[in-house]
C-alpha cells in the first residue's frame, strides 16, 4: 500500500526517521540540564505550577544537573558511542523552560551545547510565554548551521483545560509565539496531553485538528500519567480524576494520526515519566508493547498518518 508521506517504515512519520533522512545516520538526543526553572513554578505567574509537574520539570534525570552543559555534552557523546556507536547528536534542552533566562545567558548556554563537531541539531523546550522577540532571533541564529527546534508545552488548545491544570498562560499566547518563531525559520514541535481532566475525545481531535491547521512541524504526544508531588497526584488519591485505559488511549492516539498531515513529524507516542516514581497509568510502562499496539491498529484499520487531513 503506498502511504502519502516521506519515506517511513512506518504508518506515521517519526522524528527519528526525519533525521535519519536528513543526516544519512541515526541522530541521539542528549537531555541537557541547564538550571532553569518556570515562571508558573517560581511565583512570577502563579503559585505551585501546573498541576500534573513534578520537582523534576518533566525531565528524564539523564545527566547530574551537578555537572556543567558542557561536561554533560561530553558525557553524553561518551555513553551514546560507546552503548549505540552513535555518531551523529542533538543537544536537548528539556527540563523547565528553556527559554527562562537573558538572552546573553541563553546564547552562553546554547553555545557550549554545541562544543563537539558531530552535533548536528539543537532542540529547546519552553513555555510559549517564555518568548521575545531577541530571544527568538538568537535561537533564528543557529538554524544555518544546526537542524534547530523550539519545542512548546501547549497540552491542549482549551482556555478552560489550561486554566484548569493552571498553565498559566492561554492559547492565544501560544498562537503568537508560533507565529514569530515560524517568521524566523525555527521548527516548532508541539507537546499535547492525552486525558486531560475534563477533556472528551472531540476535545482533544480539536487541538490536532488546529495544529494540523497551523503545520506545525511536529508534535509530541504524552498521555496523562500520574506523578507523587503533584496537585493531580493529590486529586487521583481523592478519586476526582479519571484516567485513559490503555485501549482508549490506542485508540485516540490513531484518530490523532489520521488527522495530522503525512510530513508532520511525531516525536513520542508512548511512554511518560520515570517508571521507578509513575503512579499511574500503569500500562504506560509498556513503551514498546503500546508503540506496537498503535502499529497494529494502523493497519487493522488499514489507515495511516494524514489519511483524513484533506477531509475537514
Request: glycine share 8%; charged share 25%; net charge neutral.
Amino acid at each position: 500500500m503506498f502511504f502519502p508521506r516521506p519515506v517511513t517504515n512506518k504508518r506515521y512519520y517519526q522524528f527519528s526517521e526525519y533525521l535519519k533522512n536528513k543526516f544519512g545516520k541515526k541522530v541521539y538526543k542528549i537531555t541537557l540540564d541547564a538550571g532553569f526553572s518556570c515562571p508558573n513554578r517560581d511565583g512570577t505567574i502563579s503559585s505551585g505550577g501546573c498541576i500534573f509537574c513534578d520537582d523534576g520539570g518533566s525531565f528524564s534525570r539523564a545527566h547530574s544537573a551537578s555537572l556543567s552543559v558542557e561536561q554533560q555534552v561530553q558525557e553524553g557523546i561518551h555513553n551514546l558511542s560507546t552503548r549505540f556507536k552513535a555518531q551523529k547528536f542533538m543537544s536537548y534542552f528539556q527540563a523547565y523552560s528553556n527559554t527562562y533566562k537573558p538572552v546573553a545567558e541563553l546564547k552562553k548556554i546554547y553555545d557550549s551545547s554545541l562544543c563537539h563537531p558531530d552535533i548536528v541539531g539543537l532542540s529547546i523546550g519552553t513555555r510559549p510565554d517564555c518568548v521575545d522577540e531577541k530571544k527568538l532571533d538568537l535561537i533564528a541564529s543557529y538554524t544555518d548551521k544546526y537542524e534547530t527546534w523550539l519545542e512548546y508545552g501547549l497540552q491542549s488548545m482549551h482556555d478552560k483545560t489550561l486554566k484548569f491544570i493552571n498553565r498559566g498562560h492561554n492559547f492565544e499566547t501560544f498562537l503568537k509565539a508560533y507565529e514569530q518563531t515560524k517568521q524566523r525559520g525555527i521548527k516548532v514541535g508541539v507537546h499535547v496531553i492525552l486525558g486531560l481532566p475534563g477533556e472528551t475525545k472531540d476535545d482533544m481531535l480539536q487541538t490536532i485538528k488546529t495544529l494540523a491547521d497551523l503545520g506545525v512541524d511536529g508534535v509530541k504526544f504524552h498521555c496523562l500519567c500520574i506523578l507523587p508531588n503533584t496537585k493531580l497526584y493529590d486529586m487521583y488519591e481523592k478519586g476526582e480524576i479519571t484516567l485513559l485505559e490503555e485501549d482508549e488511549y490506542i485508540d485516540i492516539a490513531c484518530d490523532c494520526l489520521e488527522l495530522l498531515p503525512s510530513d508532520t513529524t511525531i516525536h513520542r507516542l508512548g511512554g511518560n515519566g520515570l517508571q521507578a516514581i509513575k503512579v499511574a497509568p500503569k500500562w504506560l510502562n509498556k513503551k514498546f508493547e503500546i508503540l506496537n499496539r498503535i502499529d497494529e491498529e494502523l493497519e487493522k484499520r488499514a489507515s495511516w498518518q494524514g489519511k483524513y487531513f484533506n477531509e475537514y
